[in-house]
């Protein structure tokens, strides 16, 4: 059972557009993780998002956390070539094993210059 | 990288045959993680572990065991791979529950 839905899958932009990239669920999450995976490397975590309302900017990128804890959403401004890669959300349901992340399938993102 | 290394980084194998990957960390996580990530399916839990000699299955773990003797090393083997074991493996590592997970950089492994 997919617990995380991400959308769009793929997206294609250009240099200097803005985007936003979505991951849904229908169960409560404690937490949210955003990872960045470039071809040949394994993901690398961007930010973790907790509190429901929560707003973490890093840069051009904007993460929010649902106020119920059941969405994220990754806004990119301005992006740029070096935004490229795979985005991927996951994080731990409030109602399972805190041991094991659920991943959401990725959204790939292509900037071209 | 978080001191996380996967060996080998490429492989080609036939069916039939034994394959172990290892994973080793410098970290001293107490936690690490065996995925493989396909086309489609994203990335699957194959096999996990929350200390020495403590694993526990994931999501896709027929065909597929594990071992760890030591903190610092977490080897998956397939006994007899499959053409179906064809993908890319990715080792990851946490200090505890609730934590974000580092990534090794991956083995590519195809069987012919």
């Known amino acids: 059972t997919q617990l995380l839905e991400q959308s769009p899958q793929f997206l294609s932009i250009q240099e200097g557009e803005n985007l936003t990239v979505y991951c849904n669920s229908s169960?409560?999450?404690?937490?949210l993780q955003w990872y960045r995976q470039e071809p040949g490397e394994g993901p690398v975590l961007l930010v973790t998002?907790?509190?429901g309302g929560e707003v973490k900017k890093l840069k051009r990128l904007t993460f929010q956390f649902g106020d119920a804890r059941k969405d994220s959403s990754l806004h990119i401004t301005a992006a740029q070539p070096g935004d490229t890669g795979l985005y991927l959300c996951?994080?731990?349901?409030?109602?399972?094993?805190?041991?094991?992340?659920?991943w959401g399938l990725g959204t790939s993102l292509a900037v071209n210059p | 990288d978080a001191g996380i290394t996967q060996s080998p980084r490429h492989k080609v194998t036939e069916t039939g045959t034994p394959v172990t990957l290892r994973c080793h960390q410098t970290?001293?996580?107490?936690?690490m993680y065996w995925y493989r990530q396909d086309p489609g399916h994203g990335l699957r839990l194959i096999h996990y572990?929350?200390?020495?000699?403590?694993?526990d299955k994931g999501e896709v773990s027929d065909g597929y065991s594990v071992s760890r003797s030591k903190t610092e090393d977490f080897l998956l083997t397939l006994e007899s791979a499959t053409s179906s074991q064809t993908s890319v493996y990715f080792c990851?590592?946490?200090?505890?529950?609730?934590?974000?997970?580092?990534f090794g950089d991956g083995t590519r492994l195809s069987i012919l």
């Open positions: 996951a994080g731990f349901p409030r109602a399972g094993n805190n041991r094991k992340l659920i």
């Open positions: 169960s409560v999450f404690s937490s």
């Open positions: 998002v907790v509190t």
């Open positions: 970290e001293n996580h107490r936690y």
């Open positions: 572990s929350y200390g020495v000699k403590d694993t």
């Open positions: 990851a590592i946490t200090q505890g529950q609730d934590q974000p997970q580092h």
